[in-house]
């Protein structure tokens, strides 16, 4: 039986939401070289996929956190998700800015939270994990307590597995770096010869230059 992470990977792919290059690698917004580009926000476009995401963030969630007060999207690629999701479980929603707002009441959180609620946050992507644990870090200084993250798909470096262990954050994703890459060359989408180079870019994304 398939796993929720090969399928969703599968889905992915097939709607390119996923690129993997590695003879023609991308540029990220960090500077970063990388052979492999995720987008999810493409999945908003085709309602099946949508709602499948929907519907999956919204079982694990209450799977894997039960009580829950309010879902946080974290801007600008969760906020679709996130408020989907908390229409879905009838829950409270905000979402969180990368910086505050320049005008106005300068908000970092955009909705209201009370102190003392459960959040979940949601996420469309995790690669470092610095602007998704940025956002945790506002929900916990307006009194709320962050239960756990629920996002699409992660890279998993290490860098991210150790932010988040530090930050004490339960991360749930609904496929990963591994799964894509077993589904995209059972399909092939990548060639056996291009796991090495993939896999050589994972161990140190920083420092890869192609």
Not at 122 to 135: H, N, P, R, Y
Not at 186 to 201: F, G, H, M, S
Request: charged share 25%.
């Amino acid at each position: 039986m398939k796993t929720l992470e090969k399928i969703f990977a599968d889905k992915l792919l097939k709607i390119k939401a996923i690129k993997l290059q590695p003879n023609n690698p991308f540029t990220w917004a960090s500077g970063w070289k990388s052979p492999f580009y995720c987008d999810n926000r493409k999945t908003l476009s085709y309602p099946e996929l949508r709602n499948f995401v929907k519907i999956e963030i919204s079982r694990v969630i209450l799977e894997k956190f039960g009580d829950v007060d309010a879902i946080a999207g974290v801007a600008t690629g969760a906020i679709p998700q996130g408020a989907l999701v908390a229409d879905e479980l009838n829950l409270p929603f905000v979402y969180v800015r990368s910086k505050p707002k320049d005008h106005g009441l300068e908000n970092l959180i955009e909705g209201e939270l009370r102190p003392g609620m459960k959040v979940v946050v949601i996420e469309d992507l995790i690669s470092t994990g610095g602007s998704s644990l940025k956002a945790v870090e506002a929900i916990r200084r307006n009194g709320c307590d962050v239960i756990g993250m629920v996002a699409s798909y992660t890279y998993g470096f290490d860098t991210a597995v150790e932010a988040f262990k530090e930050a004490k954050v339960p991360l749930i994703t609904l496929t990963n770096y591994e799964a894509v890459l077993e589904v995209a060359l059972k399909t092939q989408y990548i060639a056996e010869e291009d796991i090495p180079v993939l896999n050589e870019w994972r161990k140190d994304p920083a420092h890869w230059e192609g």
